[in-house]
């Protein structure tokens, strides 16, 4: 969590997960897309786990 932390205080849409290495999209970026798109984001802001394109 603090690597997201620091991503969302730097403006950062993604940061890379430690462990596994891929980039992970952070809860303001998700937010700002406008949309849950139902893959199972790790920081994903919307209740709905259905997808909900624009």
Known sequence: ???HER???A???TYLD???GFAV???DYLAD???C???GCRHCPWESAEPTPP
Request: aromatic share 4%.
């Open 33 to 35: 897309r406008g949309y």
């Open 25 to 27: 999209m952070t809860a």
């Open 1 to 3: 969590m603090a690597r």
């Open 11 to 13: 403006g950062l849409s």
């Open 37 to 39: 798109c139902g893959q």
């Open 18 to 20: 430690p462990t596994t």
């Open 7 to 9: 991503a969302i205080a």
